[in-house]
T-cell receptor, first 114, second 114 residues
Framework: AQSVTQLGSHVSVSEGALVLLRCNYS??????LFWYVQYPNQGLQLLLK??????LVKGINGFEAEFKKSETSFHLTKPSAHMSDAAEYFC????????????FGEGTQLTVNP | EAGVAQSPRYKIIEKRQSVAFWCNPI?????LYWYQQILGQGPKLLIQ????????DSQLPKDRFSAERLKGVDSTLKIQPAKLEDSAVYLC????????????FGPGTRLTVL
């Protein structure tokens, strides 16, 4: 079985500050890991994904995430927050082998204060 | 490239009524997914199709939910009869076949059951 835990259902930062959204996963097999963003009344949009290879993954809108196998983590960061980053962020895990059910975390609502 | 289309965007019904949602995936995407997203939670997979065959429906409440993808393209999800706890956003997504591939999400249908 696979699961995702996102620490902090709400995160608030000031504009220009570092964004750090935490994600820990559990998987019995090597995982594929994803971060999605959801703006109000919209579907989910992929920010970035880790499949194989380089553990530091860069995504759209200046976000990046680092896969740390020893810590079973895939935290999302952005050096400087913009007002437009305010949204809900979901971490998700999929299995490399044996199927393709994407399991999502509960989400983290990011607020950016001026 | 056109995205995943869903209709209707909003639906309000009374409990014990029936409702149907429609999804048209991105052209060429063999895999289609229906997710249920309850307020404050991450999306939960209800059913996954590969072309017109069901790959995973283990989390679909089959006593009231049904889905079909007859020609391997668009799909419908039906609830009959609806319960209060079915109030949620129903998201459709599509992807190429492999589990590391990005899932592209539609805008969702927000269902309110009164």
């Amino acid at each position: 079985a696979q699961s995702v835990t996102q620490l902090g259902s709400h995160v608030s930062v000031s504009e220009g500050a570092l964004v750090l959204l935490r994600c820990n996963y559990s998987s019995s097999v090597p995982p594929y890991l994803f971060w999605y963003v959801q703006y109000p009344n919209q579907g989910l949009q992929l920010l970035l994904k880790y499949t194989t290879g380089a553990t530091l993954v860069k995504g759209i809108n200046g976000f990046e995430a680092e896969f740390k196998k020893s810590e079973t983590s895939f935290h999302l960061t952005k050096p400087s927050a913009h007002m437009s980053d305010a949204a809900e962020y979901f971490c998700a895990v999929n299995k490399m082998r044996g199927g393709s059910r994407l399991t999502f975390g509960e989400g983290t609502q990011l607020t950016v204060n001026p | 490239e056109a995205g995943v289309a869903q209709s209707p965007r909003y639906k309000i019904i009374e409990k014990r009524q029936s409702v149907a949602f429609w999804c048209n995936p991105i052209s060429g995407h063999a895999t289609l997914y229906w997710y249920q997203q309850i307020l404050g939670q991450g999306p939960k997979l209800l059913i996954q199709f590969q072309n017109n065959g069901v790959v995973d429906d283990s989390q679909l409440p089959k006593d009231r939910f049904s889905a079909e993808r007859l020609k391997g393209v668009d799909s419908t999800l039906k609830i009959q009869p609806a319960k209060l706890e079915d109030s949620a956003v129903y998201l459709c997504a599509s992807s190429l076949e492999r589990s590391y591939n990005e899932q592209f999400f539609g805008p969702g249908t927000r269902l309110t059951v009164l």
